[in-house]
Antibody, heavy 125, light 107 residues
Framework: EVRLVESGGGLVQPGGSLRLSCAASGFRFSDYAMNWVRQAPGKGLEWISYVSSSSSATYYADSVMGRFTISRDNGENSLYLQMNSLRDEDTAVYYC??????????????????WGQGTLVTVSS | EIVMTQSPATLSVSPGERATLSCRASQSIGINLAWYQQKPGQAPRFLIYGASTRATGIPARFSGSGSGTEFTLTISSLQSEDFAVYYCEQYYEWPQTFGQGTKVEIK
């Protein structure tokens, strides 16, 4: 059974830092690209970061570029998100999500076939 | 970035009835569209990708259609467990973007 478990959320002051973790199990973690997606309270979903299976490629949403860093440790089956210079608008539930190992009929790889339960980050003074 | 617009914002449907949800892309995305279901306090669930292919374990009452800029998610006969918020997402172009969601509520 695929399982993703986030941790590391909490209350942090504006300008502060936090590191989120996502522990993966039930699949060969090193074969899969991974993502972080967030959801502000009462709002919709926002993709924020991607890392390829070997860490050779990383991408970020403009909203977090230069402040957040995604990384992974395939030996530990873990995904991370280092968040610096946090702002009020970063308050959200943060989910880790896996990219599936297949493409659609047009050859594009869809996203987010499995999600963790999320961890809440609150940025407030 | 590509803007995804879902309609209606809220859909009131009786159990057993059909629900039709719409999603429009600000530019053509081919069939690179996915749908997700989210219940309160839970993570999203992957329903459909490639505009019309059901993900593993998704019941046949969920179907997707469309291409280009107009897409539809249809739930043929709503069950109690289907009342939730549904999001569409385009993965044609980075960054992948989501619609604002359609809440399907009990009528």
């Amino acid at each position: 059974e695929v399982r993703l478990v986030e941790s590391g959320g909490g209350l942090v002051q504006p300008g502060g830092s936090l590191r989120l973790s996502c522990a993966a199990s039930g699949f060969r973690f090193s074969d899969y690209a991974m993502n972080w997606v967030r959801q502000a309270p009462g709002k919709g979903l926002e993709w924020i970061s991607y890392v390829s299976s070997s860490s050779s490629a990383t991408y970020y949403a403009d909203s977090v570029m230069g402040r957040f860093t995604i990384s992974r440790d395939n030996g530990e089956n873990s995904l991370y998100l280092q968040m610096n210079s946090l702002r009020d608008e970063d308050t959200a539930v943060y989910y880790c999500a896996r990219d599936p190992p297949y493409t659609d009929s047009s050859g594009y790889i869809p996203h987010f076939d499995y999600w963790g339960q999320g961890t809440l980050v609150t940025v407030s003074s | 970035e590509i803007v995804m617009t879902q309609s209606p914002a809220t859909l009131s449907v009786s159990p057993g009835e059909r629900a039709t949800l719409s999603c429009r892309a600000s530019q053509s995305i081919g069939i690179n569209l996915a749908w997700y279901q989210q219940k309160p306090g839970q993570a999203p669930r992957f329903l459909i990708y490639g505009a019309s292919t059901r993900a593993t374990g998704i019941p046949a009452r969920f179907s997707g259609s469309g291409s280009g800029t107009e897409f539809t998610l249809t739930i043929s006969s709503l069950q109690s467990e289907d009342f939730a918020v549904y999001y569409c997402e385009q993965y044609y172009e980075w960054p992948q973007t989501f619609g604002q969601g359609t809440k399907v509520e009990i009528k």
